[in-house]
């Protein structure tokens, strides 16, 4: 089992950043690659970005190319979605999850309770 918990949410305006921290226990957190994903209400949960178990490849949507960026710290056990230039269309509640590394959500096993980030115009 791995528990995850996401921190770091909160309400901004566009343009702002915000770094969201997922810390992880339980079994070997360096096993798995870990993934954010976010839903906004009506919404689909929607791929943002995954990191590999090593943290050599990194993979993200479109739409956040360039202006979020995830990483790991396996000493920590802990994953970062850093956020800058936020846009109100980034609105939602943004989980993490561990799994082995994919755009698509039955690929993790395990998820986290989610964090609230709201971007006001």
């Known amino acids: 089992q791995v528990q995850l918990v996401e921190s770091g949410g909160g309400l901004v305006q566009a343009g702002d950043s915000l770094r969201l921290s997922c810390a992880a226990s339980?079994?070997?957190?360096?096993?798995?690659?870990m993934g954010w994903f976010r839903q906004a209400p009506g919404k689909e949960r929607e791929f943002v970005a995954a990191?590999?178990?090593?943290?050599?490849?990194?993979y993200y949507v479109d739409s956040v190319k360039g202006r979020f960026t995830i990483s790991r710290d396996g000493a920590k056990n802990t994953v970062y979605l850093q956020m800058n230039s936020l846009k109100p269309e980034d609105t939602a509640v943004y989980y993490c999850a561990a799994g082995s590394v994919a755009s698509t959500a039955d690929a993790y096993d395990y998820w986290g309770q989610g964090t609230q980030v709201t971007v006001s115009s």
């Open positions: 339980g079994r070997t957190f360096s096993s798995y690659a």
């Open positions: 990191i590999s178990w090593s943290g050599g490849n990194t």
